[in-house]
DNA sequence: GAAATAGTGTCTATAAGACAGTATAAA
DNA sequence: TTTATACTGTCTTATAGACACTATTTC
């Protein structure tokens, strides 16, 4: 390292890859685009792109998350959190290219906008990526994506993080729907509102109260400060 | 990228930089190298290097750990893992280097062996990194060793990490003092115990004691398959 | 015997799990 | 009136925290 020649040194690109996730009508989702190129051609993969010169992944993310959604970052209230990177030598054909991944959360996104080398973007079910009549997933995409599932379900435990798959005035049981569609069981819902609520700042109650569906009109809350959960709510481990 | 043109992307190096944690003499420690050139002449950096062209930064970080420690990667017993990355545009005023960070923890491990680059390389105990007269880091690595050791503090939680910092057999309290060593503060030794134990193999005990102190032989322990303690052993939030 | 360490026992507070049961509103 | 939903309450069990106490060895 005596001297900065680039021949000392191999070269990389840099990209970031975005496991986006949202709640689409009950449904956990995640944004997919179809490749309308080599390699892996029609196949799914996570959107993306390459870090650029005077900026870091972190930036690198928000840019492609508003370009691939249609969301300026000014506008997004989501979570973007830095997942893990992926730097197989032959991940991808064309080139040596590490990827950052990272995991966004958002309640509610509008139908995704497709990009240069997309040829279709779409929300997916991700109950549906691993079945039977699954989609072909570019790159080590599967991979990433099962780490990313595990992050936002661990993460369920022990941080406030739900509140970014909900919009405001929510109600308790929208909450508790939250954890149930990413954990995949439901958690005893008596119990699951006595922890909320004894979580200091977890939500806080508003005056209002819904309406519409049958029943008692539940009271709508709001998001608190709270980022953690202590002592943290835990999924069963058997 | 219908074309590869290497001046379509910007051109990055990938390097690793590992957190090397031991605990020496019952004191938390990491592994620095003190830097032989400019820049940061003189400052204190973690040891690292380039990834190659055919490998990814996994094995990258297993061949520095073997060559900053001087242990082959077939007798190194610790645990090596992804910590996150670093990308910020001017984190090196020579070009353009994206950082995998990696933490590595280990029982007693030799002297360090200085590297090319490196004029000296020494154990550092964690809590004067950051005092008085806490030695100038290099590039952003003050900011990398805080993550890591805030990564390490956490899995002390909810993983049978502390067993990487010990040498089989050993005793509760030596498993004990690790938890006091990392974590700065002494939990409960008697409710430690009943935690330890009640894990299904976190540890199991052998047909031996210790001897040499004072008082009565302690049962001697080697490590359990387990990874997960659950529920976690959580340290105090107020 | 003093001091240090290993280990056991116990009481209490907290929280989780598993419900039962009641109240309210829409269709 | 039926049904879905929104709560409230309660009993049991598991676990953590605090700490007293005993036993064993070295010096």
Redesign the interface.
């Known amino acids: 390292?005596?001297n900065?020649n680039?021949h000392d040194?191999?070269?990389?690109?840099?990209t970031v890859d975005l496991n986006i996730f949202t709640i689409k009508n009950g449904v956990l989702s995640i944004l997919l685009v179809n490749r309308g190129?080599a390699p892996y051609e029609g196949h799914w993969a996570l959107p993306g792109g390459?870090?650029?010169?005077?900026?870091?992944?972190?930036a690198a993310a928000v840019r492609e998350l508003e370009e691939e959604t249609g969301v300026r970052s000014s506008d997004f209230n989501g979570h973007l959190e830095?997942l893990?990177?992926y730097?197989?030598?032959n991940r991808d054909p064309?080139?040596?290219v590490?990827s950052?991944a990272y995991v966004a959360l958002a309640p509610n996104l509008p139908e995704p906008v497709a990009g240069?080398?997309a040829a279709d973007a779409r929300w997916w079910a991700v109950e549906d990526l691993f079945g039977e009549d699954a989609p072909r997933l570019a790159f080590d995409h599967a991979t990433i994506i099962t780490d990313a599932l595990e992050r936002v379900k661990a993460k369920l435990e022990y941080t406030t993080l739900a509140l970014q798959f909900v919009t405001e005035p929510f109600t308790l049981n929208d909450l508790w729907r939250v954890y149930t569609t990413v954990w995949g069981f439901a958690p005893d819902l008596a119990n699951f509102r006595r922890k909320v609520l004894s979580v200091p700042n977890f939500v806080s109650p508003t005056q209002d109260r819904s309406t519409g569906s049958p029943g008692p009109r539940p009271l709508l809350y709001v998001s608190g400060d709270a980022e953690?959960i202590?002592?943290?709510f835990?999924r069963h481990?058997e």
Do not use: C, L, W
Not at 9 to 14: D, K, L, Q, S
Not at 50 to 58: L, Q
């Open positions: 390292m005596e900065y680039p040194y191999p070269p990389f690109a840099v190129e390459f870090v650029g010169v005077n900026e870091n992944s972190d830095q893990k990177t730097s197989d030598p064309r080139m040596r590490v950052v240069d080398d953690i202590y002592p943290p835990t481990h």
